[in-house]
C-alpha cells in the first residue's frame, strides 16, 4: 500500500498531465486528375485584305478587258471612239471607249447597258450594234460577257462604282 500511495504522491507532485489529444493526420494531396475541358471558342474569322481582293479583282478586270478589247473595237468602236466614222456626240455621250476604263453617262453601268445590248443574259434581243444588231457572237460574245461579269465583280468589292441590278429597260 505505500507503494501506491507513493505512486499517487509521485503523480500529483508532477502535476499530472492529461494524455495529449489525438493528432489527426494532415489530409492527402488530392490525386491529379484531367484538367477541366477548356470553355468551346469559335475560331476568328480570316483577316481579309480588302486592297488585295480589289486589287486581284481590278487586275482580273483588266486582263478581261485586254482579252475582249478586239471585239470591242471591231464592234463598237466605229460609234464609241472620237475617231469612230459613226461616233457623234450623243453616242459619246453615252458611253466612250476611247480610253479605260469607258466614260460617258453609263459608264457607271457599262457592263450591264453592254449585256443588254447585245443580249448576253437572254432577256430582250440584241439592239446593237446599230447597223447589225445580233453581229456579236462566238468568242467575241463570250470575251465580253467574261469582262462584264469581272467589271461588275470589282464594282460590288468597291473598285469603281458598283453596277445598279440589272435592268432591261434601255
Same mark, same amino acid.
Given at each position: 500500500?505505500?507503494?501506491? #500511495?507513493?505512486?499517487? +504522491?509521485?503523480?500529483?507532485?508532477?502535476?499530472?498531465?492529461?494524455? %495529449?489529444?489525438?493528432? $489527426? %493526420?494532415?489530409?492527402?494531396?488530392?490525386?491529379?486528375?484531367?484538367?477541366?475541358?477548356?470553355?468551346?471558342?469559335?475560331?476568328?474569322?480570316?483577316?481579309? =485584305?480588302? +486592297? &488585295?481582293?480589289?486589287? =486581284?479583282?481590278? /487586275? /482580273?478586270? $483588266?486582263?478581261?478587258?485586254?482579252?475582249?478589247?478586239?471585239?470591242?473595237?471591231?464592234?463598237?468602236?466605229?460609234c464609241?471612239?472620237?475617231?469612230?466614222?459613226?461616233?457623234?456626240? !450623243? !453616242? #459619246?455621250?453615252?458611253? /466612250?471607249?476611247?480610253?479605260?476604263?469607258?466614260?460617258?453617262?453609263?459608264?457607271k453601268?457599262?457592263?450591264?447597258?453592254?449585256?443588254?445590248?447585245? *443580249?448576253?443574259?437572254?432577256? &430582250?434581243?440584241? $439592239?446593237?450594234?446599230?447597223?447589225?444588231?445580233? /453581229?456579236? $457572237?462566238?468568242?467575241?460574245?463570250?470575251?465580253?460577257?467574261?469582262?462584264?461579269?469581272?467589271?461588275?465583280?470589282?464594282?460590288? +468589292?468597291?473598285?469603281?462604282? *458598283?453596277e445598279? *441590278?440589272?435592268? =432591261?429597260?434601255?
Open positions: 500500500m505505500i507503494r501506491s #500511495l507513493l505512486l499517487v +504522491a509521485a503523480l500529483v507532485a508532477c502535476g499530472g498531465k492529461p494524455a %495529449p489529444a489525438p493528432v $489527426t %493526420p494532415a489530409p492527402a494531396p488530392p490525386v491529379a486528375a484531367d484538367p477541366p475541358p477548356a470553355p468551346e471558342t469559335t475560331p476568328a474569322p480570316p483577316v481579309v =485584305d480588302h +486592297a &488585295k481582293e480589289q486589287a =486581284d479583282l481590278l /487586275a /482580273a478586270e $483588266t486582263t478581261a478587258y485586254e482579252k475582249a478589247k478586239p471585239a470591242f473595237t471591231k464592234y463598237c468602236a466605229s464609241h471612239t472620237k475617231a469612230g466614222k459613226k461616233a457623234n456626240k !450623243k !453616242k #459619246l455621250d453615252h458611253f /466612250a471607249m476611247d480610253a479605260y476604263p469607258f466614260t460617258g453617262e453609263h459608264a453601268s457599262i457592263g450591264n447597258e453592254i449585256r443588254v445590248v447585245l *443580249a448576253i443574259d437572254g432577256h &430582250k434581243k440584241a $439592239t446593237m450594234p446599230s447597223d447589225k444588231p445580233g /453581229a456579236v $457572237t462566238g468568242d467575241d460574245l463570250a470575251a465580253i460577257k467574261a469582262w462584264s461579269e469581272a467589271w461588275q465583280a470589282a464594282g460590288k +468589292a468597291g473598285v469603281h462604282p *458598283a445598279p *441590278a440589272d435592268k =432591261d429597260d434601255d
